[in-house]
């Protein structure tokens, strides 16, 4: 397959360039208030609360009184924080060098879901794989997330870039099918290699 039609290539971050585990922050609430982690796994923040969240229309102070009085749990909002930031684990070194690999040949960008304080932490902790991008666009501060239409439509109005020339990389299926509906050539991520397999198939790099 020919590569000359790729001008843009979106990537989204967690699960694909770096490991993320929910399990972390449910282990640590658990750690802190010697609560069971099934207290915190098994009830869930309603989606419509974190996608808020997500999108900035909450603030982190806001969404930890969501979630404790929910819960009905003591958690202070700094043991909220910590357990909310260990979700993170190491960046895959596979995607590191693909990036570094591509940097020269396309326009790079990442497209995520995060919120205010899991964005101060992976901008920092990631830095190394994350400068090979020219622009994040981040949903907390862009005010709307994935799989919204309006989300995809920004970065490529922004990167100058038709859907046809655009190719991305997300875990998440229903991202997927909704860039798939605008004509965005895109890929389910489940390991690293799903990466560079369809970047050997189009060329991108050896």
């Given at each position: 397959?020919?590569?000359?039609?790729?001008?843009?290539?979106?990537?989204?971050?967690?699960?694909?360039?770096?490991?993320?585990?929910?399990?972390?922050?449910?282990?640590?609430?658990?750690?802190?208030t010697s609560l069971p982690e099934e207290f915190f796994s098994d009830h869930h923040i309603p989606d419509?609360?974190?996608?808020?969240?997500?999108?900035?229309e909450l603030?982190?102070?806001?969404?930890?009184?969501?979630?404790?009085?929910?819960?009905?749990?003591?958690?202070s909002f700094e043991d909220f924080s910590d357990g909310w930031n260990a979700i993170y684990g190491e960046a895959y070194p596979e995607v590191?060098?693909?990036?570094?690999?591509?940097?020269?040949?396309v326009f790079l960008v990442a497209l995520t879901n995060t919120n205010e304080?899991?964005?101060k932490v992976w901008m920092h902790k990631y830095a190394e794989t994350l400068k090979y991008f020219k622009k994040l666009f981040i949903s907390s501060q862009l005010g709307f997330r994935k799989p919204e239409f309006?989300?995809?439509?920004?970065?490529?109005e922004e990167c100058?870039?038709?859907?046809?020339?655009?190719?991305?990389?997300?875990?998440?299926?229903?991202?997927?099918?909704?860039?798939?509906?605008?004509?965005?050539?895109?890929v389910q991520v489940s390991e690293p290699s799903d990466i560079t397999t369809e970047l050997q198939r189009r060329r991108l790099i050896n």
């Open positions: 397959m020919n590569s000359n039609n790729i001008r843009l290539i979106i990537f989204d971050l967690g699960n694909v360039v770096f490991e993320i585990n929910n399990q972390n922050v449910f282990k640590y609430w658990a750690h802190v419509m609360i974190f996608h808020q969240f997500e999108r900035g603030t982190p102070e806001e969404f930890h009184r969501v979630l404790i009085t929910s819960k009905d749990v003591d958690l590191h060098n693909v990036l570094q690999k591509l940097s020269d040949k304080l899991h964005y309006r989300a995809f439509k920004y970065v490529l100058q870039a038709k859907p046809c020339e655009t190719l991305f990389f997300d875990d998440v299926l229903e991202n997927i099918t909704k860039a798939h509906e605008l004509g965005i050539h895109a």
